[in-house]
Protein backbone atom coordinates (compact mmCIF):
# COMPACT_ATOMS: atom_id res chain seq x y z
CA UNK A 1 0.00 0.00 0.00
CA UNK A 2 2.79 2.09 0.39
CA UNK A 3 3.48 2.98 -3.05
CA UNK A 4 -0.23 4.28 -3.69
CA UNK A 5 -0.69 7.22 -5.75
CA UNK A 6 -3.73 9.42 -6.60
CA UNK A 7 -3.55 10.84 -10.14
CA UNK A 8 -4.59 14.15 -10.19
CA UNK A 9 -5.06 15.28 -13.81
CA UNK A 10 -3.16 18.74 -14.53
CA UNK A 11 -5.96 20.33 -16.29
CA UNK A 12 -7.33 20.75 -12.87
CA UNK A 13 -4.52 20.72 -10.94
CA UNK A 14 -3.65 24.10 -12.61
CA UNK A 15 -7.43 25.07 -13.64
CA UNK A 16 -8.03 28.53 -12.89
CA UNK A 17 -11.34 28.20 -12.50
CA UNK A 18 -11.75 24.81 -10.23
CA UNK A 19 -10.90 25.93 -5.94
CA UNK A 20 -8.50 24.17 -4.07
CA UNK A 21 -11.57 22.09 -2.48
CA UNK A 22 -13.17 20.60 -6.16
CA UNK A 23 -9.27 19.29 -6.47
CA UNK A 24 -9.57 17.85 -3.05
CA UNK A 25 -12.88 16.79 -3.40
CA UNK A 26 -12.35 14.84 -7.50
CA UNK A 27 -9.82 13.02 -5.47
CA UNK A 28 -11.64 11.73 -2.69
CA UNK A 29 -14.52 10.78 -4.92
CA UNK A 30 -11.56 8.93 -6.82
CA UNK A 31 -10.32 7.27 -4.28
CA UNK A 32 -13.91 5.82 -2.91
CA UNK A 33 -14.31 4.77 -6.69
CA UNK A 34 -13.53 1.01 -7.15
CA UNK A 35 -13.26 -1.29 -10.15
CA UNK A 36 -16.28 -3.85 -10.59
CA UNK A 37 -16.34 -7.22 -12.55
CA UNK A 38 -16.88 -5.92 -15.75
CA UNK A 39 -14.06 -3.78 -15.19
CA UNK A 40 -15.27 -0.38 -14.97
CA UNK A 41 -15.62 2.05 -12.58
CA UNK A 42 -18.26 2.07 -9.84
CA UNK A 43 -19.45 5.54 -9.09
CA UNK A 44 -18.50 6.62 -5.50
CA UNK A 45 -21.25 6.12 -2.94
CA UNK A 46 -20.47 9.03 -0.19
CA UNK A 47 -23.41 11.11 1.34
CA UNK A 48 -22.62 14.35 1.29
CA UNK A 49 -22.67 14.92 4.77
CA UNK A 50 -19.85 12.43 5.10
CA UNK A 51 -17.58 13.70 2.01
CA UNK A 52 -18.19 17.52 3.76
CA UNK A 53 -17.62 16.22 7.52
CA UNK A 54 -14.55 14.67 6.11
CA UNK A 55 -13.52 17.83 4.34
CA UNK A 56 -13.80 20.33 7.33
CA UNK A 57 -16.13 22.30 5.47
CA UNK A 58 -20.05 22.52 5.35
CA UNK A 59 -22.45 21.36 3.33
CA UNK A 60 -22.93 24.23 1.23
CA UNK A 61 -19.44 25.11 0.73
CA UNK A 62 -19.26 21.23 -0.49
CA UNK A 63 -21.71 22.02 -2.74
CA UNK A 64 -20.08 24.69 -4.68
CA UNK A 65 -16.77 22.83 -4.96
CA UNK A 66 -18.87 19.65 -6.36
CA UNK A 67 -20.44 22.56 -8.90
CA UNK A 68 -17.40 23.57 -10.04
CA UNK A 69 -16.12 19.79 -10.82
CA UNK A 70 -19.88 19.73 -12.52
CA UNK A 71 -19.67 22.58 -14.56
CA UNK A 72 -18.06 22.38 -18.13
CA UNK A 73 -15.58 25.29 -18.14
CA UNK A 74 -14.61 24.34 -21.30
CA UNK A 75 -12.40 21.25 -20.88
CA UNK A 76 -15.73 19.49 -20.04
CA UNK A 77 -16.98 18.50 -16.54
CA UNK A 78 -14.76 16.81 -14.29
CA UNK A 79 -17.64 15.06 -12.41
CA UNK A 80 -20.67 13.33 -13.11
CA UNK A 81 -24.03 12.80 -11.08
CA UNK A 82 -27.00 10.51 -11.05
CA UNK A 83 -29.43 10.62 -8.65
CA UNK A 84 -30.73 6.82 -8.11
CA UNK A 85 -34.32 5.84 -6.26
CA UNK A 86 -36.36 7.75 -4.14
CA UNK A 87 -34.59 9.04 -1.51
CA UNK A 88 -32.88 10.40 -4.53
CA UNK A 89 -29.36 9.43 -3.23
CA UNK A 90 -26.55 10.74 -5.74
CA UNK A 91 -23.52 8.50 -7.16
CA UNK A 92 -20.76 10.56 -8.26
CA UNK A 93 -18.52 9.30 -11.14
CA UNK A 94 -14.99 11.60 -11.92
CA UNK A 95 -14.35 12.30 -15.44
CA UNK A 96 -10.75 12.80 -16.87
CA UNK A 97 -9.30 10.39 -15.25
CA UNK A 98 -5.56 9.68 -15.93
CA UNK A 99 -5.62 6.21 -16.17
CA UNK A 100 -8.27 6.35 -18.46
CA UNK A 101 -7.32 9.42 -20.58
CA UNK A 102 -3.60 9.08 -20.34
CA UNK A 103 -2.72 12.29 -19.84
CA UNK A 104 -0.52 14.33 -17.97
CA UNK A 105 -1.07 14.15 -13.93
CA UNK A 106 0.34 14.83 -10.79
CA UNK A 107 1.01 12.00 -8.51
CA UNK A 108 0.28 12.42 -4.78
CA UNK A 109 0.71 9.97 -2.27
CA UNK A 110 -2.39 8.41 -0.63
CA UNK A 111 -1.27 9.36 3.34
CA UNK A 112 -1.32 12.88 2.01
CA UNK A 113 -5.13 12.52 0.97
CA UNK A 114 -6.01 11.37 4.36
CA UNK A 115 -4.61 14.33 6.02
CA UNK A 116 -6.62 17.65 3.78
CA UNK A 117 -9.01 19.18 5.98
CA UNK A 118 -10.16 22.67 5.66
CA UNK A 119 -11.04 24.91 8.87
CA UNK A 120 -9.47 24.58 12.05
CA UNK A 121 -8.35 20.91 11.86
CA UNK A 122 -5.85 21.85 9.08
CA UNK A 123 -3.42 23.40 11.33
CA UNK A 124 -3.22 20.04 13.94
CA UNK A 125 -0.72 17.23 13.98
CA UNK A 126 0.11 17.63 9.88
CA UNK A 127 -3.05 18.23 8.51
CA UNK A 128 -3.11 21.07 5.81
CA UNK A 129 -5.98 22.73 4.05
CA UNK A 130 -7.19 22.36 0.59
CA UNK A 131 -5.36 25.34 -0.56
CA UNK A 132 -2.19 24.61 1.12
CA UNK A 133 -2.41 20.42 -0.42
CA UNK A 134 -2.88 21.92 -3.33
CA UNK A 135 0.37 23.87 -3.42
CA UNK A 136 2.21 20.73 -1.65
CA UNK A 137 0.80 18.77 -5.25
CA UNK A 138 2.17 21.81 -7.64
CA UNK A 139 5.53 21.35 -5.51
CA UNK A 140 5.52 17.58 -6.09
CA UNK A 141 5.11 18.04 -9.63
CA UNK A 142 7.17 21.06 -9.97
CA UNK A 143 9.68 19.98 -8.02
CA UNK A 144 12.78 17.20 -8.86
CA UNK A 145 12.56 14.84 -5.91
CA UNK A 146 15.80 16.38 -4.15
CA UNK A 147 14.55 19.77 -4.21
CA UNK A 148 14.64 22.96 -6.33
CA UNK A 149 16.10 26.56 -6.41
CA UNK A 150 13.23 28.79 -6.52
CA UNK A 151 11.71 32.18 -5.47
CA UNK A 152 8.72 33.26 -4.20
CA UNK A 153 7.88 35.06 -7.56
CA UNK A 154 8.59 32.22 -9.20
CA UNK A 155 6.32 29.93 -6.99
CA UNK A 156 3.55 32.67 -7.10
CA UNK A 157 3.86 31.93 -11.36
CA UNK A 158 3.33 28.48 -10.84
CA UNK A 159 -0.02 28.89 -7.65
CA UNK A 160 -1.41 32.04 -10.06
CA UNK A 161 -1.18 34.14 -7.06
CA UNK A 162 0.92 36.93 -4.88
CA UNK A 163 4.21 36.21 -3.59
CA UNK A 164 2.92 36.99 -0.24
CA UNK A 165 0.02 34.34 -0.77
CA UNK A 166 2.50 31.82 -1.58
CA UNK A 167 4.76 32.66 1.22
CA UNK A 168 1.90 32.02 3.28
CA UNK A 169 1.33 28.66 1.47
CA UNK A 170 4.60 27.61 2.02
CA UNK A 171 5.09 28.79 5.34
CA UNK A 172 1.90 26.23 6.22
CA UNK A 173 3.70 23.08 4.34
CA UNK A 174 6.73 23.54 6.33
CA UNK A 175 5.11 24.08 9.64
CA UNK A 176 3.31 20.75 8.45
CA UNK A 177 6.54 19.36 7.84
CA UNK A 178 5.46 18.53 4.32
CA UNK A 179 8.42 20.63 2.55
CA UNK A 180 11.73 21.47 3.54
CA UNK A 181 13.26 24.95 2.97
CA UNK A 182 16.66 25.63 3.02
CA UNK A 183 17.10 29.83 2.21
CA UNK A 184 20.10 31.00 0.08
CA UNK A 185 22.22 33.56 1.21
CA UNK A 186 20.67 36.19 -0.85
CA UNK A 187 17.83 36.25 1.00
CA UNK A 188 15.43 35.61 -2.31
CA UNK A 189 16.51 32.12 -3.53
CA UNK A 190 15.38 28.74 -1.53
CA UNK A 191 15.85 25.32 -2.27
CA UNK A 192 12.86 24.13 -1.96
CA UNK A 193 12.12 20.15 -1.27
CA UNK A 194 8.78 18.15 -0.80
CA UNK A 195 8.21 15.68 1.35
CA UNK A 196 7.23 12.63 -0.13
CA UNK A 197 9.82 9.64 0.43
CA UNK A 198 8.18 6.35 1.44
CA UNK A 199 10.04 6.57 4.57
CA UNK A 200 7.96 8.92 5.93
CA UNK A 201 4.68 6.95 4.91
CA UNK A 202 6.71 3.54 6.54
CA UNK A 203 6.82 6.51 9.90
CA UNK A 204 3.14 6.41 10.12
CA UNK A 205 1.56 4.25 12.61
CA UNK A 206 0.64 0.47 11.18
CA UNK A 207 -3.68 1.27 12.02
CA UNK A 208 -3.35 4.63 9.82
CA UNK A 209 -5.37 2.21 7.26
CA UNK A 210 -8.28 1.90 9.53
CA UNK A 211 -8.31 4.96 11.66
CA UNK A 212 -8.40 7.65 9.18
CA UNK A 213 -8.55 10.93 10.52
CA UNK A 214 -8.83 11.24 14.16
CA UNK A 215 -5.69 13.16 14.72
CA UNK A 216 -3.92 11.34 17.33
CA UNK A 217 -2.61 8.89 14.74
CA UNK A 218 -0.48 11.80 13.22
CA UNK A 219 1.84 11.86 15.35
CA UNK A 220 4.55 10.44 12.78
CA UNK A 221 3.96 12.63 9.94
CA UNK A 222 7.66 14.90 10.06
CA UNK A 223 9.94 14.01 12.73
CA UNK A 224 8.60 15.86 15.74
CA UNK A 225 11.57 18.02 16.13
CA UNK A 226 10.52 19.49 12.88
CA UNK A 227 7.79 21.24 14.73
CA UNK A 228 8.82 22.77 17.54
CA UNK A 229 11.49 25.64 16.33
CA UNK A 230 9.00 26.18 13.31
CA UNK A 231 11.12 28.04 10.51
CA UNK A 232 9.51 31.10 9.14
CA UNK A 233 9.61 32.25 5.75
CA UNK A 234 8.22 34.93 6.37
CA UNK A 235 12.10 36.00 7.65
CA UNK A 236 12.60 35.01 4.24
CA UNK A 237 15.16 38.11 3.34
CA UNK A 238 17.03 36.70 6.59
CA UNK A 239 19.63 34.02 5.58
CA UNK A 240 18.66 32.08 8.50
CA UNK A 241 19.98 28.39 8.33
CA UNK A 242 18.72 27.32 11.41
CA UNK A 243 16.43 24.42 11.50
CA UNK A 244 17.11 20.66 12.14
CA UNK A 245 16.06 19.61 9.14
CA UNK A 246 18.71 21.49 7.22
CA UNK A 247 21.02 19.41 7.28
CA UNK A 248 19.17 15.97 5.93
CA UNK A 249 18.59 17.80 2.75
CA UNK A 250 19.31 15.06 0.44
CA UNK A 251 17.71 12.23 1.67
CA UNK A 252 17.88 9.01 -0.90
CA UNK A 253 14.83 8.77 -2.72
CA UNK A 254 13.80 5.09 -4.19
CA UNK A 255 11.25 6.60 -6.58
CA UNK A 256 12.72 9.38 -8.63
CA UNK A 257 12.20 7.54 -11.87
CA UNK A 258 8.57 7.09 -11.26
CA UNK A 259 6.96 10.10 -11.55
CA UNK A 260 9.66 12.14 -13.04
CA UNK A 261 9.59 15.85 -12.41
CA UNK A 262 8.44 18.68 -14.97
CA UNK A 263 9.16 22.28 -15.34
CA UNK A 264 5.53 22.98 -17.02
CA UNK A 265 2.30 20.73 -17.43
CA UNK A 266 2.56 21.61 -20.99
CA UNK A 267 6.11 21.42 -22.35
CA UNK A 268 9.44 19.71 -21.05
CA UNK A 269 8.00 16.59 -19.98
CA UNK A 270 8.99 13.52 -22.30
CA UNK A 271 7.38 10.88 -20.03
CA UNK A 272 3.68 10.02 -20.69
CA UNK A 273 3.53 9.62 -16.79
CA UNK A 274 1.23 6.78 -17.39
CA UNK A 275 2.94 3.65 -16.26
CA UNK A 276 2.65 4.32 -12.36
CA UNK A 277 -0.92 4.53 -12.67
CA UNK A 278 -1.26 1.26 -14.58
CA UNK A 279 0.68 -0.21 -11.72
CA UNK A 280 -1.58 0.72 -8.51
CA UNK A 281 -4.80 0.15 -10.37
CA UNK A 282 -3.86 -3.64 -9.81
CA UNK A 283 -4.55 -3.35 -5.87
CA UNK A 284 -7.15 -1.06 -6.24
CA UNK A 285 -9.21 -3.77 -8.13
CA UNK A 286 -7.62 -6.56 -5.06
CA UNK A 287 -8.83 -4.78 -1.93
CA UNK A 288 -11.23 -2.20 -3.51
CA UNK A 289 -13.18 -2.03 0.11
CA UNK A 290 -10.15 -2.05 1.58
CA UNK A 291 -9.12 1.15 0.04
CA UNK A 292 -12.44 2.58 1.00
CA UNK A 293 -12.31 1.88 4.00
CA UNK A 294 -9.03 3.64 4.45
CA UNK A 295 -10.24 6.59 3.14
CA UNK A 296 -13.26 6.27 5.16
CA UNK A 297 -12.90 4.89 8.39
CA UNK A 298 -16.36 3.77 8.72
CA UNK A 299 -18.05 0.50 7.70
CA UNK A 300 -18.74 0.12 3.81
CA UNK A 301 -22.21 2.08 2.79
CA UNK A 302 -25.53 -0.05 3.94
CA UNK A 303 -26.62 -1.49 -0.01
CA UNK A 304 -28.58 0.95 -1.40
CA UNK A 305 -32.43 0.81 -1.46
CA UNK A 306 -33.56 -0.55 -4.81
CA UNK A 307 -36.59 0.48 -6.47
CA UNK A 308 -39.73 -1.76 -6.24
CA UNK A 309 -40.66 -3.57 -9.53
CA UNK A 310 -42.76 -1.61 -11.12
CA UNK A 311 -40.62 1.11 -12.43
CA UNK A 312 -39.43 -0.56 -15.28
CA UNK A 313 -42.27 -2.29 -15.99
CA UNK A 314 -44.34 1.11 -16.21
CA UNK A 315 -41.57 2.48 -18.24
CA UNK A 316 -42.34 0.15 -20.63
CA UNK A 317 -45.38 1.52 -21.52
CA UNK A 318 -43.67 4.58 -22.97
CA UNK A 319 -42.91 4.82 -26.36
CA UNK A 320 -39.73 3.53 -26.91
CA UNK A 321 -39.19 7.15 -29.65
CA UNK A 322 -39.26 8.53 -26.70
CA UNK A 323 -37.02 6.47 -24.56
CA UNK A 324 -34.52 6.98 -26.71
CA UNK A 325 -34.87 10.56 -26.59
CA UNK A 326 -34.16 10.60 -22.92
CA UNK A 327 -30.76 10.91 -21.26
CA UNK A 328 -29.84 8.64 -18.61
CA UNK A 329 -30.85 11.37 -16.03
CA UNK A 330 -34.42 11.97 -17.58
CA UNK A 331 -35.24 8.08 -17.62
CA UNK A 332 -34.16 8.36 -13.74
CA UNK A 333 -36.51 10.91 -13.40
CA UNK A 334 -39.50 9.32 -15.28
CA UNK A 335 -38.64 6.36 -12.98
CA UNK A 336 -38.79 8.67 -10.35
CA UNK A 337 -41.82 10.18 -10.73
CA UNK A 338 -43.35 6.52 -11.83
CA UNK A 339 -42.24 5.59 -8.27
CA UNK A 340 -43.69 8.48 -6.81
CA UNK A 341 -47.11 7.61 -8.25
CA UNK A 342 -46.76 4.04 -7.06
CA UNK A 343 -46.31 5.05 -3.92
CA UNK A 344 -49.42 6.79 -3.90
CA UNK A 345 -51.33 3.79 -4.02
CA UNK A 346 -51.70 3.00 -7.90
CA UNK A 347 -51.03 -0.19 -8.84
CA UNK A 348 -49.06 -1.21 -11.76
CA UNK A 349 -51.60 -2.36 -13.87
CA UNK A 350 -53.18 1.04 -12.84
CA UNK A 351 -50.65 3.67 -13.49
CA UNK A 352 -49.88 1.29 -17.28
CA UNK A 353 -53.52 1.87 -17.88
CA UNK A 354 -53.27 5.68 -17.58
CA UNK A 355 -49.82 5.58 -19.54
CA UNK A 356 -51.79 4.22 -22.31
CA UNK A 357 -54.89 5.92 -21.93
CA UNK A 358 -53.15 9.53 -21.94
CA UNK A 359 -50.61 8.31 -25.05
CA UNK A 360 -53.76 8.30 -27.02
CA UNK A 361 -53.78 12.01 -26.68
CA UNK A 362 -50.08 12.33 -28.43
CA UNK A 363 -50.70 9.44 -31.04
CA UNK A 364 -49.15 10.43 -34.25
CA UNK A 365 -47.30 13.57 -32.09
CA UNK A 366 -43.23 14.17 -31.61
CA UNK A 367 -43.34 15.67 -28.29
CA UNK A 368 -40.43 18.46 -28.22
CA UNK A 369 -38.76 16.95 -24.74
CA UNK A 370 -39.74 13.54 -24.47
CA UNK A 371 -38.96 14.03 -20.84
CA UNK A 372 -41.54 16.19 -20.28
CA UNK A 373 -44.14 14.62 -22.28
CA UNK A 374 -43.22 11.35 -20.02
CA UNK A 375 -43.84 13.31 -17.08
CA UNK A 376 -46.82 14.64 -17.99
CA UNK A 377 -48.19 11.08 -19.10
CA UNK A 378 -47.22 9.71 -16.22
CA UNK A 379 -48.08 11.91 -13.49
CA UNK A 380 -51.68 12.14 -12.80
CA UNK A 381 -51.00 15.72 -12.94
CA UNK A 382 -53.78 17.48 -10.92
CA UNK A 383 -54.87 18.41 -7.47
CA UNK A 384 -57.49 16.66 -5.98
CA UNK A 385 -57.64 15.32 -2.28
CA UNK A 386 -58.82 12.21 -3.20
CA UNK A 387 -55.92 9.20 -2.93
CA UNK A 388 -58.09 7.01 -5.70
CA UNK A 389 -59.42 9.67 -7.64
CA UNK A 390 -58.36 8.95 -11.79
CA UNK A 391 -59.30 11.41 -14.29
CA UNK A 392 -61.77 13.10 -11.32
CA UNK A 393 -63.76 9.57 -11.64
CA UNK A 394 -63.39 7.13 -8.26
CA UNK A 395 -63.20 3.27 -8.59
CA UNK A 396 -66.29 3.33 -8.25
CA UNK A 397 -67.15 4.47 -11.33
CA UNK A 398 -68.37 8.31 -10.03
CA UNK A 399 -67.67 11.25 -10.51
CA UNK A 400 -64.86 12.82 -7.47
CA UNK A 401 -66.91 15.26 -5.61
CA UNK A 402 -63.80 17.31 -4.32
CA UNK A 403 -63.41 17.44 -8.33
CA UNK A 404 -66.52 18.56 -9.09
CA UNK A 405 -66.16 21.15 -5.87
CA UNK A 406 -62.59 22.38 -7.28
CA UNK A 407 -64.32 22.47 -10.95
CA UNK A 408 -66.79 24.82 -9.96
CA UNK A 409 -64.66 27.03 -7.71
CA UNK A 410 -62.67 27.37 -10.83
CA UNK A 411 -64.91 28.22 -13.45
CA UNK A 412 -66.67 30.71 -11.27
CA UNK A 413 -62.89 32.81 -10.73
CA UNK A 414 -62.63 32.43 -14.92
CA UNK A 415 -65.97 33.74 -15.12
CA UNK A 416 -65.50 36.54 -13.00
CA UNK A 417 -61.45 37.28 -14.62
CA UNK A 418 -62.89 37.53 -17.75
CA UNK A 419 -65.71 39.90 -16.99
CA UNK A 420 -63.25 42.12 -15.45
CA UNK A 421 -60.91 41.36 -18.82
CA UNK A 422 -63.56 42.51 -20.83
CA UNK A 423 -64.20 45.73 -19.03
CA UNK A 424 -60.59 46.58 -19.38
CA UNK A 425 -60.37 45.84 -22.82
CA UNK A 426 -57.35 43.86 -23.73
CA UNK A 427 -55.08 44.24 -26.60
CA UNK A 428 -56.51 42.23 -29.48
CA UNK A 429 -53.45 40.99 -31.33
CA UNK A 430 -52.51 38.38 -28.85
CA UNK A 431 -55.96 37.51 -28.70
CA UNK A 432 -55.73 37.12 -32.56
CA UNK A 433 -52.12 35.59 -32.71
CA UNK A 434 -53.40 32.81 -30.11
CA UNK A 435 -56.44 31.95 -31.89
CA UNK A 436 -54.53 31.98 -35.46
CA UNK A 437 -51.63 29.66 -34.13
CA UNK A 438 -52.38 27.03 -32.39
CA UNK A 439 -49.88 25.47 -30.34
CA UNK A 440 -48.51 22.33 -31.90
CA UNK A 441 -49.91 19.55 -30.04
CA UNK A 442 -53.91 21.27 -30.71
CA UNK A 443 -52.84 21.21 -34.69
CA UNK A 444 -51.35 18.11 -35.05
CA UNK A 445 -54.69 16.40 -33.04
CA UNK A 446 -56.45 17.75 -35.55
CA UNK A 447 -54.27 15.87 -38.41
CA UNK A 448 -54.23 13.00 -36.48
CA UNK A 449 -57.24 12.27 -34.81
CA UNK A 450 -56.47 10.30 -31.48
CA UNK A 451 -57.17 6.34 -32.43
CA UNK A 452 -58.54 3.67 -29.90
CA UNK A 453 -55.56 2.35 -28.45
CA UNK A 454 -54.96 -1.67 -29.80
CA UNK A 455 -54.57 -4.27 -27.01
CA UNK A 456 -50.75 -5.44 -27.10
CA UNK A 457 -49.53 -8.60 -24.93
CA UNK A 458 -47.30 -6.49 -22.55
CA UNK A 459 -45.59 -9.66 -21.27
CA UNK A 460 -45.19 -11.71 -24.23
CA UNK A 461 -41.37 -12.27 -25.65
CA UNK A 462 -41.90 -9.99 -28.65
CA UNK A 463 -43.73 -6.93 -26.72
CA UNK A 464 -43.55 -4.13 -25.54
CA UNK A 465 -41.78 -4.79 -22.08
CA UNK A 466 -39.60 -7.30 -23.64
CA UNK A 467 -38.38 -4.77 -25.94
CA UNK A 468 -38.32 -1.60 -23.52
CA UNK A 469 -36.06 -3.71 -21.27
CA UNK A 470 -33.58 -4.87 -23.81
CA UNK A 471 -33.47 -1.51 -25.08
CA UNK A 472 -33.42 0.07 -21.86
CA UNK A 473 -30.73 -2.50 -20.46
CA UNK A 474 -28.28 -1.71 -23.73
CA UNK A 475 -28.57 1.57 -23.43
CA UNK A 476 -28.18 2.83 -20.15
CA UNK A 477 -25.82 1.02 -17.76
CA UNK A 478 -27.32 2.39 -14.66
CA UNK A 479 -31.05 0.53 -15.51
CA UNK A 480 -28.65 -2.28 -16.30
CA UNK A 481 -26.64 -2.79 -13.13
CA UNK A 482 -29.95 -1.94 -11.31
CA UNK A 483 -31.90 -4.70 -13.10
CA UNK A 484 -28.81 -6.63 -12.34
CA UNK A 485 -29.00 -6.73 -8.89
CA UNK A 486 -33.05 -6.57 -8.67
CA UNK A 487 -32.34 -10.30 -10.59
CA UNK A 488 -29.47 -11.54 -8.62
CA UNK A 489 -28.92 -13.25 -12.20
CA UNK A 490 -26.08 -11.68 -13.74
CA UNK A 491 -25.49 -13.88 -16.73
CA UNK A 492 -28.54 -13.88 -18.18
CA UNK A 493 -28.58 -10.06 -18.43
CA UNK A 494 -24.95 -10.24 -19.30
CA UNK A 495 -26.32 -12.01 -22.31
CA UNK A 496 -28.70 -9.52 -23.22
CA UNK A 497 -26.80 -6.89 -22.64
CA UNK A 498 -23.67 -8.29 -24.63
ZN1 LIG B 1 -60.85 14.03 -7.65
Redesign the pocket.
Known sequence: MSARHHQVPRALLYSSTHSALAIVAWCLYEALQYRNAHGGQEPARARRCWVAERLGVSERTLDRARTELLTDHGGGPFLTRRLRGRNRSALHTVLHRPQETRRRYAAVPAWALARVRAGEAATADGHVCPETFRTWVVLCDKLDPDGHDLTLAKLGQWLSCSPTTARRRLRALEAAGWVRVHRRGNGFWMHVQAVVEEGLIAALPQDHNHSSDDGEEVSGCPAPSDHSPVPDVASLPLPQTSGPHVPDLTPPYETPSKEPPSEDPSAKNPFPLAVGGAQHRKDASRNALTRERQINDEPPPAPAVTRPRGGPSVMTALPLEWQLRMSQSERERVLAAIDDELAQGRTIAQLTARVRRRLTVWSGTRPRRAVAAALTVVERG?H???PM?EE?L?PSGHP????AA?GATMNRQRQLSSASSDAEEPPANSARRHAAEPRDHVRARREFPPQACTRVDADGPDGPAARARALLTSTSPGFAAADRRRHRAPASVAGATG
Not at 400 to 403: D, Q, V
Open positions: YCPHCHLCEACI
